[in-house]
């Protein structure tokens, strides 16, 4: 079975500055996929970045990027330039490679992020 | 379009009640997920249909729970004979059949049993 752990209940960051929040994991599987998830207060979850694990290559996505670890199974989630609308959950998931039968995302406990003003 | 819709937002009931709740996927997405999370906690896999199969379940779904997804269109969760550990925020994804694709998430069902 595959284990999300995000070793950082809550973060706090001021705005215009750089954030970054870890993400283990553990695994046998060889090929997956990462996530990094955002839930901000009372609304609905949306990906904010994936990074398929046959990829060397970090993936960003404008201010998101990720540091990916294979070796130290290690998946952290950098924002540059914090925004207010940053404030959220973020939780980082796993996934199987879809073929072996299971889409599920295996999540972790979540980071809770505030951006100050 | 827009989005993946739940329905209640929000549901109080008294320990030993049955609830239901629906989800309505995208329109074009074939793939349906259920997840519960707790407070302080991430999302639990509990359930996942390919159009009208259900190809998974978790073990966390006891046999007090049933869902069901009979066209391949929305989805409903049944949890009978509630207990107040059932209380928690139930999730429903769904994401289009091609390769891997992005699950898009609802805003949930908060579930609270008294």
């Known amino acids: 079975a595959q284990t999300v752990t995000q070793s950082q209940p809550e973060m706090s960051v001021q705005e215009a500055e750089t954030v970054t929040l870890s993400c283990t994991y553990d695994?046998?599987?060889?090929?997956?996929?990462l996530f990094w998830y955002k839930q901000p207060p009372s609304r609905q979850m949306i990906l904010v970045i994936r990074q398929e694990a046959y990829k060397q290559q970090n993936a960003t996505e404008n201010r998101f990027s990720v540091n990916f670890q294979k070796a130290a199974k290690s998946f952290s989630l950098k924002i540059s330039d914090s925004q207010l609308g940053d404030t959220a959950m973020y939780f980082c998931?796993?996934?199987?490679?879809?073929?072996?039968?299971?889409?599920?995302?295996?999540f972790g406990k979540g980071t809770k992020l505030s951006v100050i003003p | 379009d827009t989005g993946v819709s739940q329905n209640p937002r929000h549901k109080i009931t008294k320990r030993g009640q049955n609830v239901t709740f629906r989800c309505d996927p995208i329109?074009?997405?074939?793939?349906l997920y259920w997840y519960r999370q707790t407070l302080g906690q991430g999302p639990e896999f509990l359930t996942y249909f390919q159009n009208e199969a259900q190809l998974e379940k978790s073990r966390l779904l006891s046999d007090r729970f049933s869902a069901e997804r009979p066209k391949g269109s929305f989805s409903t969760l049944e949890i009978q004979r509630t207990e107040q550990g059932d209380s928690a925020m139930y999730l429903c994804?769904?994401?289009?059949?091609?390769?891997?694709?992005?699950?898009?998430f609802g805003q949930g069902t908060r579930l609270t049993v008294v």
């Open positions: 329109s074009e997405h074939n793939r």
């Open positions: 695994t046998s599987e060889n090929n997956y996929y």
């Open positions: 998931a796993f996934m199987k490679l879809p073929g072996a039968g299971s889409y599920q995302l295996t």
């Open positions: 994804a769904s994401s289009y059949r091609g390769g891997l694709t992005e699950a898009f």
